[in-house]
């Protein structure tokens, strides 16, 4: 299967930081890559699949990449971004998640 | 609007099955596959397994090839999960989600505890 690996494990930042979080793969898997983002004891929420933005999710989240290594950026970041993000792969079965990065308050 | 809704909690003993059902609503049943995802306490996200709504067809996570049956009644528009021979280890928020590759909406997931 194919193992994603998260960089960082988590994040301390301040509001109105630009925030990047990195998302590996262990084969190339395309563009088939989404990212979501969950709060304590919630679903998560889709945010971006092939580095476009799903419905209803703000401009200052953008994605990139393609092959084995992804971003997922946040211009700046607000109160409401705390939370954390999940890169998943549907390139291939199975479907493998990261492990995740918490973006926490400094 | 989309909507998964899926059943309500559960505590099994070791040893036990557990099911869970996400019902869909919002939109065409049979166009879209269903994924179901878990998450143990304080653990990330784990894809399980999922089911073509439209022919039945499956594909597993290799941890749960014999444990995991996924089944779908297109009459209801209904998914179902079930987890046999269920250990502590299946503790655990189980997520239903749609799925168009990526995981679109998502229900609001059912806490399984097994316990003795």
């Known amino acids: 299967e194919i193992v994603m690996t998260q960089s960082p494990a988590t994040l301390s930042v301040s509001p109105g930081e630009r925030v990047t979080l990195s998302c590996r793969a262990s084969?190339?898997?395309?563009?088939?890559l989404a990212w979501y983002q969950q709060k304590g004891g919630q679903a998560p929420r889709l945010l971006i699949y092939?580095?476009t933005r799903a419905t209803g999710i703000p401009a200052r989240f953008s994605a990139t990449g393609s092959g084995t290594e992804f971003t997922l950026t946040i211009s700046s970041l607000q109160s409401e971004d705390f939370a954390v993000y999940y890169c998943?792969?549907?390139?291939?079965?199975?479907?493998?998640f990261g492990q995740g990065t918490k973006v926490e308050i400094k | 609007q989309v909507h998964l809704l899926q059943s309500g909690d559960e505590v099994k003993k070791p040893g036990a099955s557990v099911t869970v059902s996400c019902k869909a609503s919002?939109?065409?049943?049979?166009?879209?596959?269903i994924s179901w995802v878990r998450q143990a306490p304080g653990q990330g996200l784990e894809w399980m397994g999922w089911?073509?709504?439209?022919?039945?067809?499956?594909h597993h996570a290799d941890k749960f090839q014999l444990t995991l049956t996924m089944t779908r009644d297109t009459s209801t528009t209904t998914a179902y999960m079930e987890l046999r021979n269920l250990t502590s280890d299946d503790t655990a928020i189980y997520f239903c989600?749609?799925?168009?590759?990526?995981?679109?909406?998502w229900g609001q997931g059912t806490r399984v505890t097994v316990s003795s």
């Open positions: 089911i073509s709504t439209f022919n039945g067809n499956t």
């Open positions: 084969q190339s898997i395309n563009r088939n």
């Open positions: 092939a580095s």
């Open positions: 998943q792969q549907y390139n291939n079965w199975p479907r493998t």
């Open positions: 989600a749609r799925d168009a590759h990526y995981l679109d909406f």
């Open positions: 919002g939109y065409t049943f049979t166009t879209y596959g």
